[in-house]
T-cell receptor, first 110, second 114 residues
C-alpha cells in the first residue's frame, strides 16, 4: 500500500459545482497535512494546511479524519480557474520531509 | 511565503553531457532544501535533502555520484546531473522548508536529454 493515495481522476465538473477529493495515508504517525495545487508544467503551490479541527479558506474546506486516516478537500462553486492537479502531502511526526500523493486532476468546464 | 527561483527553467542537452541546475532562496535563509523529480503524470519524487555546509542525504535508489548536490550557502543549492541520458529527462523541482513543515517550490527546470 502506498504511503499516500489519491484517486488520480480526472474529475470533470461544470462551473459552479461542488467537488470533493479524498486522500488516504498509511502511517498513523503522520502529523502534518497539506493540500497543494499544481498547474500543468508548473511547480506545486501551497493551497492550505489541514488541521485537526478542519479549516476553511473561501470556497475551499479541508478536513482531517485521523481515525480513518484520510484528509479531504472540498471545493464549492467551482471556477474554470480551479482546473489543476491537487496534491495531498503528508509529513511524519517531527519530519520536514513530505510524502506526496500522485495528485487528483480536476477539470472545470463551462 | 518564501520565494524560490530556479535556473535554467528549460534545458536541452546531448546524452553524456552534464547539466547544472541552480536553486536560490530569494528572501529566506534556507539551511535545508529539497530536490524532486517529476515524470509526466507522476507524483513528485524526493531525490535528496540538501543541507547547507554538509553532504546531501539521498533517497534510496538515487545515485549520489550521478546527481551531485552542493549547498554552499544559505541561499543557493545546485543539482548537477552528470553524464545525462534520455531517461534522466524530467521536471526537476527544488523546494525549501521554512521550519513549519510547509514547502515552497521553485518554478522547476525541464530537462530534455537527446
Amino acid at each position: 500500500r502506498k504511503e499516500v493515495e489519491q484517486d488520480p481522476g480526472p474529475f470533470n465538473v461544470p462551473e459552479g459545482a461542488t467537488v470533493a477529493f479524498n486522500c488516504t495515508y498509511s502511517n498513523s504517525a503522520s502529523q502534518s497535512f497539506f493540500w497543494y495545487r499544481q498547474d500543468c508544467r508548473k511547480e506545486p503551490k501551497l493551497l492550505m494546511s489541514v488541521y485537526s479541527s478542519g479549516n476553511e479558506d473561501g470556497r475551499f474546506t479541508a478536513q482531517l479524519n485521523r481515525a480513518s486516516q484520510y484528509i479531504s478537500l472540498l471545493i464549492r462553486d467551482s471556477k474554470l480557474s480551479d482546473s489543476a492537479t491537487y496534491l495531498c502531502v503528508v509529513n511524519k511526526r517531527g519530519s520536514y520531509i513530505p510524502t506526496f500523493g500522485r495528485g487528483t486532476s480536476l477539470i472545470v468546464h463551462p | 511565503g518564501a520565494v524560490v527561483s530556479q535556473h535554467p527553467s528549460w534545458v536541452i542537452c546531448k546524452s553524456g553531457t552534464s547539466v547544472k541546475i541552480e536553486c536560490r532562496s530569494l528572501d529566506f535563509q534556507a539551511t535545508t532544501m529539497f530536490w524532486y523529480r517529476q515524470f509526466p503524470k507522476q507524483s513528485l519524487m524526493l531525490m535528496a535533502t540538501s543541507n547547507e555546509g554538509s553532504k546531501a542525504t539521498y533517497e534510496q535508489g538515487v545515485e549520489k555520484d550521478k546527481f551531485l548536490i552542493n549547498h554552499a550557502s544559505l541561499t543557493l543549492s545546485t543539482l548537477t546531473v552528470t553524464s545525462a541520458h534520455p531517461e534522466d529527462s524530467s521536471f526537476y523541482i527544488c523546494s525549501l522548508g521554512t521550519g513549519v513543515y510547509e514547502q515552497y517550490f521553485g518554478p522547476g527546470t525541464r530537462l530534455t536529454v537527446t
